[in-house]
């Protein structure tokens, strides 16, 4: 596509429901990234693909998170049981490949609101 | 670990004033450094970059220079307007660190006022 596409634009859940957040990147990019924005706060890096495979998922805040790409392309957030602490701004990056000089392309992100 | 820090916002400039946002960084290698900025209503985008030290990174007359003795890359333009009115934020993307993290600073609203 012409963009990196995220879906829902918004979603509203109530506390201990599970939400799967997606992310469509750039077509032949290879990695992928998520990170969570905060209220007042910088970018949270949250997990990190390169084709399939998630080499680094340091920055998952619990095992309530987990997150998965298939077929080297759509990739797909879930947050089990929501607390409140987990609204935010989910954002979804894509870059042509991994290397330290590559531009990250941005989506317009998920507002994720737990009641 | 690595780690950006920035001047904290929101700051407030009248049309074509001089803008500073400072920014320094730690890291473990010798890393990329970033500056993206997020328009109202739109998604982050990058805004320049400078890959090595003393690399003057510019567009759409924003500036920043990549200071290794002071590990700064803060952030220059010389008449700012509305439309410049964001947040800014710096990033380190470090090979230290395998080089697929980027890291973000806090972000830095501007607001400037006609």
């Known amino acids: 596509g012409a963009g990196v596409s995220q879906s829902p634009s918004n979603k509203v859940t109530e506390k201990g429901k599970d939400v799967e957040l997606r992310c469509d990147p750039i077509?032949?990019?290879?990695?992928l990234y998520w990170y969570r924005q905060s209220l007042g706060q910088g970018l949270e890096f949250l997990i990190y693909?390169?084709?399939?495979?998630?080499?680094?998922k340091s920055g998952l805040p619990s095992d309530r998170f987990s997150a998965e790409r298939t077929g080297g392309s759509v990739s797909t957030l879930t947050i089990q049981r929501t607390q409140q602490e987990d609204s935010a701004v989910y954002l979804c990056?894509?870059?042509?490949?991994?290397?330290?000089?590559?531009?990250?392309?941005f989506g317009s992100g998920t507002q994720l609101s737990v009641l | 670990g690595d780690s950006v820090t920035q001047m904290e916002g929101p700051v407030t400039l009248s049309e074509e004033a001089f803008l500073t946002i400072n920014c320094t960084y730690t890291?473990?290698?010798?890393?990329?450094l970033f500056w993206y900025v997020q328009y109202p209503g739109e998604g982050l985008q990058l805004l320049l970059k400078?890959?090595?030290?003393?690399d003057k990174g510019s567009n759409k007359g924003f500036e920043a220079t990549y200071r290794k003795e002071t590990t700064s890359f803060h952030l220059e333009k010389g008449s700012v307007q509305v439309s410049d009115s964001a947040v800014y934020f710096c990033?380190?993307?470090?090979?230290?660190?395998?080089?697929?993290?980027?890291?973000f600073g806090a972000g830095t609203r501007l607001f400037v006022k006609a």
């Open positions: 990056a894509s870059s042509q490949n991994r290397g330290t000089n590559e531009k990250l392309f």
């Open positions: 077509s032949g990019h290879t990695a």
């Open positions: 693909f390169q084709g399939n495979s998630a080499p680094d």
């Open positions: 890291a473990t290698g010798y890393p990329s």
């Open positions: 400078a890959t090595k030290a003393d």
């Open positions: 990033a380190l993307s470090d090979p230290g660190t395998g080089g697929f993290k980027t890291i």
